[in-house]
């Protein structure tokens, strides 16, 4: 009995290990629905004047209206797998009626739409709705020209020469024509904690029946 006890101790703490990485996982599952439901609420919710000086915690997401125009300044960040394909989401900067300049995300100018790209930016003063967002945008690679890989709102605020505030379009009273709208919403948020719990949970089992296995095996008599 006493050569099973090493076996025994590695057996079960291997169970307690992935045991508790599967309920961490479970754990962060609750807490990422709770952060979806939340962007939710603010998406959802009835559109305010954009505030004099946002907080990026408590305004992110925030649903705001202004009125003004766009300056035909853009910057193109590429972007993949919306749904509206693949192309640029053009971001340009606004100038409000009140005389504030801040960047607006107007949509995707799909990558293979020659005649879209060959029309001139709108330049009409509209009324729109849209999102607050600070964006978490990753790219080891800087921007080429006016094309950009991610969306570091502080540096293209710097370049566009406006607030560092970006809103994504949701709705206008005048669309540009060139452009799909992709307003912010939850789809595209990352949650695969479940999955992961799951092949947690799935290995406990796993190291459990082969830790049975062992002990049973090693508790055989032994044939002549």
């Known amino acids: 009995m006493r050569k099973l006890l090493f076996p025994i101790v590695i057996g079960l703490g291997g169970i307690a290990v992935l045991l508790q990485l599967a309920f961490w996982q479970l754990d962060r599952l609750d807490w990422r629905l709770g952060v979806i439901a939340d962007i939710d609420a603010r998406v959802a919710a009835d559109a305010v004047p954009l505030p004099a000086t946002p907080d990026r915690e408590a305004d992110n997401y925030l649903t705001v209206i202004m009125q003004g125009a766009a300056t035909g300044e853009e910057i193109r960040f590429l972007d993949s797998g919306t749904a509206a394909g693949t192309g640029h989401r053009i971001i340009s900067a606004f100038e409000t009626v009140d ?51 991610a969306r570091n709102v502080a540096a293209m605020a710097e370049t566009l020469d406006t607030e560092p505030l970006l809103v994504v379009l949701s709705a206008a009273s005048e669309y540009d024509p060139r452009l799909s709208p992709l307003p912010v919403d939850t789809r595209n948020i990352k949650n695969d904690h479940l999955e992961y719990a799951i092949t947690w949970f799935l290995l406990a089992a796993v190291w459990l029946s082969m830790t049975l296995f062992y002990v049973a095996r090693s508790m055989r008599p032994k044939e002549d």
């Open 99 to 149: 005389g504030r300049r801040v960047m607006l995300d107007q949509g995707l100018l799909e990558i293979n739409d020659a005649e879209a790209r060959a029309m001139p930016p709108l330049k009409d003063e509209v009324t729109v709705q849209g999102n607050l967002t600070w964006p978490d945008d990753m790219s080891e690679q800087g921007p080429v020209g006016d094309e950009w890989y």
